[in-house]
């Protein structure tokens, strides 16, 4: 049986131009078909404008219309500001019913001379899954979103939208989670570089003192010992 893969790309519009493009060209290294939804529109794989405010509800939004315009077996979601080696994109689910995330990867505070990386990061811009699954989880979420009012609320993030967790499988029910799906984990050869800059939508958690609740490991190495990357030269350091 022939197993087929996509990525799907979704962005806010707003992000530095150099870091944009050098994304791209990345993601497009991977030879994959790419489905991408944005704010404005981009031309970048097929894409669809979805004509929201930024923030969490818009980005389910643009997740479902990626997922439900592919149909490909499994999909890499990938966003504007993460930059992707291309054996990221060789690893394959093993089985329908699982979130898997890739645990190769570290956090760079753009222009810092250090990388960073934690026990609890497992990224959504690492997740890779089952179209069908994700498209189901992702409906449910929105149906959540809907239900509660949160679509409507344009000048905060409601309490329980980061109790439930952003990272599907990551937290149970029992948890305050969204749901009881399972996650996994892989380890591409080289390491996925998750690039912290001013519009991030997170927070950057590049260091210990942004933590809350510390991790239970947390490291951190010069930005020129990363392997595979040359950042400094890529970004003109």
């Not at 760079?108 to 959504?124: E, F």
């Not at 449910?140 to 809907?146: L, N």
């Amino acid at each position: 049986m022939i197993i087929s893969k996509a990525v799907i790309y979704y962005t806010d519009n707003i992000l530095d131009d150099n870091l944009c493009k050098t994304v791209r060209s990345f993601i497009a290294a991977s030879e994959l078909p790419i489905y991408s939804a944005s704010l404005k529109p981009i031309d970048f794989g097929d894409n669809e404008v979805i004509n929201e405010e930024r923030g969490y509800p818009s980005i389910v939004k643009q997740i479902i219309s990626c997922l439900s315009r592919s149909r490909e077996d499994y999909v890499f979601f990938c966003e504007h500001d993460v930059l992707y080696p291309k054996s990221h994109f060789e690893f394959t689910p093993t089985r329908d019913d699982i979130f898997y995330y890739n645990r190769n990867t570290w956090r760079w505070l753009l222009g810092s001379s250090r990388v960073i990386q934690h026990d609890r990061m497992h990224s959504l811009s690492t997740l890779c899954a089952n179209r069908q699954f994700a498209l189901d989880h992702y409906l449910r979420r929105q149906q959540m979103i809907e239900e509660r009012g949160w679509d409507k609320i344009k000048s905060h993030e409601p309490g329980w939208a980061r109790a439930i967790g952003y990272e599907p499988g990551t937290k149970k029910k029992k948890r305050g989670g969204f749901s009881d799906d399972d996650y996994d984990t892989w380890y591409s050869i080289e390491p996925v570089v998750d690039v912290r800059h001013k519009g991030t939508f997170s927070r950057p958690k590049t260091t210990l003192t942004e933590f809350k609740h510390p991790p239970k490991w947390f490291k951190e190495r010069p930005v020129e010992m990363l392997e595979g990357w040359d950042l400094r030269e890529m970004f003109h350091l």
